[in-house]
């Protein structure tokens, strides 16, 4: 599986952003999908994931509320709705896919990783 993440920017605090992640190689569906973020001297964490259905998703509770994962697999594609952005969600952010979705929601052994797009949120 092949992931690509887009959708990265500079906005203001309290503005919104949407990334896209689109997977090549594998059907989508057979996956658990996530996204993940590295702010600048901070560890990689945990921000979303869905199920391969769709049927069940998790959120970090920084973004509770204020962010939606959802997923299209017709279109092998992952999204991360992000409303009233602050300052503190500025990082690169990653999409990733999994078979496990404990797997994936724990961020443990993931199978793959895209590359990072960037967030930066100014106040």
């Known amino acids: 599986v092949q992931l690509q993440a887009s959708g990265g920017g500079s906005v203001q605090a309290g503005g919104s952003l949407r990334l896209s992640c689109v997977a090549s190689?594998?059907?989508?569906?057979?996956?658990?999908m996530g996204w993940f973020r590295q702010a600048p001297g901070k560890e990689r964490e945990f921000v979303a994931a869905?199920?391969?259905?769709?049927?069940?998703?998790d959120y970090a509770d920084a973004v509770k509320v204020r962010f939606t994962i959802s997923r299209d697999n017709a279109k092998n594609t992952v999204y991360l709705q992000m409303n009233s952005l602050k300052p503190e969600d500025t990082a690169v952010y990653y999409c990733?896919?999994?078979?496990?979705?404990?797997?994936?929601?724990?961020?443990?052994?993931?199978?793959?990783w895209g590359q990072g797009t960037l967030v930066t949120v100014s106040s």
């Open positions: 190689g594998r059907d989508l569906s057979d996956y658990a």
């Open positions: 869905i199920s391969g259905s769709g049927s069940r998703t």
């Open positions: 990733a896919a999994d078979p496990i979705y404990a797997r994936l929601r724990a961020g443990l052994k993931i199978d793959y």
